[in-house]
């Protein structure tokens, strides 16, 4: 079973970098590892996608260690507007795994 | 240009009835996603579609779900004597065929579904 593992919730201050982890232990070996992003009451929102190593996009950054079996995603200067819940996603075979979301707090 | 629709975007009805959810792709999308998400909670996945055809049925809860797709178009997921269990919003997704492995996924805005 393809687990995507997150930590409940995080607490952040404005300005501040953020970084959340998904343990992923057995996702396909060949997909992208992807982020979404979720307010209230709407659907989730795609972040940012990796395979390996290091990717950044205008508003994230996503690491990912050699062996896959974990990302970080990174998102530099928090404001208010990133209050959300955070969630990655991982495949295997055809299922499709979101972890259990990360609810991310930013205080002024 | 136009994202994933859904309807209806409410729903309440009684427990027995059925149901039916509709979901229009982004044009061009030949994947698309269902997923249920209970109030509170994370995202479960229920099937998806490539094309007209859903490889996994098994992630549906009960043989009271079933899911059907047109062609490359628009989706339809029925839930057949409804229980009070089943509330929750049912979001769709559509993406691209996947690519080596990558397979963005853009969600509609769901269909909340009470069940009385």
């Known amino acids: 079973l393809a687990k995507t593992t997150q930590p409940i919730s995080m607490d952040s201050y404005e300005g501040q970098e953020v970084n959340i982890t998904c343990s992923h232990n057995?996702?396909?070996?060949?997909?992208?590892i992807t982020w979404y992003q979720q307010f209230p009451s709407q659907g989730p929102r795609f972040i940012i996608q990796g395979y390996k190593t290091k990717v950044t996009n205008e508003v994230a950054s996503l690491f990912i260690p050699a062996d896959r079996k974990s990302s970080t995603l990174s998102l530099p200067r928090v404001s208010l507007s990133d209050t959300a819940v955070y969630y990655c996603l991982g495949r295997l075979f055809n299922k499709f795994y979101f972890g259990s979301g990360t609810k991310l707090n930013v205080k002024p | 240009g136009a994202g994933v629709s859904q309807s209806p975007s409410n729903k309440v009805t009684e427990k027995g009835k059925d149901v039916e959810l509709r979901c229009d792709p982004i044009s061009g999308h030949t994947a698309l996603y269902w997923y249920r998400q209970r109030l509170g909670q994370g995202l479960e996945f229920l099937i998806y579609f490539q094309g007209n055809s859903a490889p996994d049925k098994s992630g549906l809860p009960s043989d009271r779900f079933s899911a059907e797709r047109t062609g490359e178009s628009v989706s339809t997921l029925t839930i057949q004597r409804t229980q009070q269990e089943d509330s929750a919003v049912y979001l769709c997704?559509?993406?691209?065929?996947?690519?080596?492995?990558?397979?963005?996924?853009?969600f509609g805005p769901g269909t909340r579904l009470t069940v009385t």
């Open positions: 057995n996702i396909a070996t060949n997909d992208y």
């Open positions: 997704a559509s993406s691209l065929k996947w690519t080596s492995g990558s397979y963005e996924q853009y």
